[in-house]
Nanobody, 118 residues
């Protein structure tokens, strides 16, 4: 059974940093495209960062230059390094996985809360 478990969320002040992790199990991690999403109260879920099976990355404009997505295939783990955090980054953060040949993410974690205070 495919499973994703996020960790690393917490509360920080504006300008601070956090590193999120997503532990994957039940499938060949290296074959999947992975992504981080977030959803703030009252807002739609948005894609934050994506990484394909070759390590190519893409980011939402709002986090470019501040967030870095990476993966360790040997440890079946996805990461999101978040620097220069802003209050508007406050949200529940989810990792997700999909076959790289399809567009839709099919597997989701339970989420980890990130709260940034001003």
């Amino acid at each position: 059974q495919v499973q994703l478990v996020e960790s690393g969320g917490g509360s920080v002040q504006s300008g601070g940093s956090l590193r999120l992790s997503c532990a994957a199990s039940g499938y060949t991690h290296s074959s999947y495209c992975m992504g981080w999403f977030r959803q703030a109260p009252g807002k739609e879920r948005e894609g934050v960062a994506h990484i394909d099976s070759n390590g190519r990355t893409s980011y939402a404009d709002s986090v470019k230059g501040r967030f870095t997505i990476s993966r360790d295939n040997a440890k079946n783990t996805l990461f999101l390094q978040m620097n220069s955090l802003k209050p508007e980054d406050t949200a529940m953060y989810y990792c997700a996985a999909r076959w790289c040949t399809v567009r839709e993410y099919s597997t989701w974690g339970q989420g980890t809360q990130v709260t940034v205070s001003s």
